[in-house]
């Protein structure tokens, strides 16, 4: 395990826990990826915002009304980090909140984004009881949809023109779960 990183979750094959500076070559590895960026806020990643990231997430702890906090998907067998998940806990309601997701290529078609986020899911509702978690995706970024309804997320909007990517604005879908559906589909 990296120096002083808290395990907030695991699953069968991951851990979730904070970023330590052990991962920063990985990560900026695949943050700089132009097939990772693509439906994403960043282009043209640098080393130098990597590290900057890295430290102001270690600074951070979760569930913080106003703030984003980034949570590392590391492998259990070898901490290698695979990838992140973000978690949005907005001031005005902090029991909402919005989560994000970015894996490396290389560990991508594994089922490695669904577990992280199933795991992510179970330790929003069951440690903070969140009464609902949304996402938004590009239209166009079907892997996204396609893991948002993996892991039981319905489409509650498609918004058009609702962000601005990369100077175009873009459609998005809105997806989202509320607790009591987490709970029902854990009863099935
Ligand atoms: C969105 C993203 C995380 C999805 O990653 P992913 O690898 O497709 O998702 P998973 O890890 O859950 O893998 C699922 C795929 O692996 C396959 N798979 C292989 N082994 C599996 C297993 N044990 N369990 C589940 N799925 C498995 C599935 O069939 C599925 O393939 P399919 O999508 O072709 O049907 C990834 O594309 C990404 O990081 N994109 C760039 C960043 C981005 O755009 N983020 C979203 C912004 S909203």
Redesign the pocket.
């Known amino acids: 395990m990296g120096n002083n990183a808290t395990i907030y979750t695991e699953t069968n094959r991951l851990v979730l826990r904070s970023f330590c500076l052990e991962d920063v070559e990985s990560f900026y590895i ?1 943050r700089s990826n132009p ?6 806020s960043w282009d043209n990643y640098q080393r130098n915002q990597a590290v900057t990231f890295i430290n102001e997430q270690i600074e951070s702890s979760p569930n913080i009304p106003g703030s984003w906090l980034q949570y590392a998907v590391a492998l259990k067998t070898t901490n290698q980090l695979i ?1 992140d998940c973000a978690v949005h806990t907005p001031i005005a309601e902090s029991d909402i909140v919005e989560i ?6 290389e ?11 199933k795991g992510l899911l179970g330790y929003l509702f069951e440690i903070f009881n969140k009464h609902k978690v949304i ?4 239209v166009e ?4 949809v ?3 309804e ?1 892991v039981g997320m319905r489409r509650e909007g498609h918004l058009l023109q609702n962000y601005k990517s990369k100077g175009k604005w873009v459609d998005e879908y809105l997806y989202a779960i509320l607790q009591q559906e987490w709970v029902y589909s854990l009863e099935k």
């Open positions: 695949y097939d990772i960026a693509r439906f994403q990838g994000g997701f970015t894996f490396a290529s560990y991508q078609g594994k089922g490695y984004a669904t577990e992280a986020v996402a938004y995706t590009n970024n079907e892997s996204s396609r893991l948002l993996r």
